[in-house]
């Protein structure tokens, strides 16, 4: 077997995201005992700093081993037991695979439904609860095959009100924009590396408040999944240390630095980066005449969807960017599948300079198969929305601002626990656009 040779490419579709020098070294260190003393300071420092990243004081917040779908997996087959009632908002491909999760798990699962390209109408969630009460609500704030953002604060409050437990996806959001747990009440929580965080694909953030670990603890029976199962695996990232499975030491090595990554810059800065870059995309695709398709007002900056023109074919020009500029981007997923493009500007892709490759070359790949493009109108469009620059008007930006009291206070933790960042990285401006 000859050696695998990786080819050079730029990350723009819906994850994983470029992964950093810094995590990549991290990674290639001397692998150790997952029960070593020195690596169990390492998972409490990781809990740490998912804390902050997630916007939460809770104390079950780990990293489960396997990917975001492994996040989801946790969530409800923890917290469902067959015959359960739950109420799964549908407003993509991940709110469709939250249903079939939950039903597997035994769930009776009633559905609240939004077209594609558009946020759920909390009204609709209102009745449906009011209508039949539900164990639990969940949805997913960053929906990555429509390119929506969801607003939670509606949805937390119905949920409250009809005393059901919020379950939240954010494996697309973490990092990228405000998840706050604690602001919004969120009972439990997952999320995914290699998104927002810029770590290689391989671990579930999730995070379990008072209320989702009492429901835990109330179970009838045992989690159905041995692997999955929070009973255990809370003994092992909490006090006991309780042997569960081998825990992936390096990819947690890779996780810890991400994360130091993540909290030099600053959850907001970090937000704000996005913010600026997601608009200046966005502003450069619709002057070459493109459409998004997520609805105005409720567009990810991280991950932008915009519909193939009339007669384009769309895989040829992903092929076209990929083969001959190097820059993957995404295809629709599901019923867009053909329909749409995502351009994720994730984490360490966040970038000015990303924003222009990618107008560029979809510029001129998209001239060359005959569609009319205004030349150069993209890229300048792109420019003058990043020298605009401020100025929160998107979606649910306003919550960027808000809320950061948990973060705070898991911040500061983080850097008891040692997490602090030595010799002023961030002084030097390393790993950071
Ligand atoms: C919103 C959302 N949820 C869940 C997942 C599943 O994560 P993974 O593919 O890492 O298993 C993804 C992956 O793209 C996602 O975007």
Redesign the pocket.
Known sequence: MNAFRVPQRLLLG??PSPVPARVLQAMAMPTIGHLDPRFLELMNETMEGLRVAFGTRNRLTVAMS???????ETVFVNLVEPGDRVLVCVHGL?GE?MVDVARRCGADAAVVEAPWGRAIDPDDVRRALAARPAKLVAV?L????TGVWQPLEAIAAAAREHGALLVV?A??AIGGIPVDVDRLGIDACYA?T??CLSVP?GL?PVTFGERAEAALDARRAPVQSWYLDLTMIRRYWGGERFYHHTAPVNMLYGLREGLRILLEEGLEASFERHRRVGRALQAGLEAMGLELFAEAGHRLPQLTTVRVPEGVDDAAVRRALLEEYGIEIGGGVGRVQGRIWRIGLMGHGARRANVLAVLSALEAVLARAGARVPRGEGAAAAEAAWEAGGGAEEGGAAGAAAGTAAGTAAREAWEAEGGAVEGGAAARGEGRP
């Open positions: 819906p994850g396997g990917t975001g779908s492994a996040g989801m991940f695979r997913v960053a929906e990555t095959s996806d494996v697309t995914g290699q998104k694909p579930a």
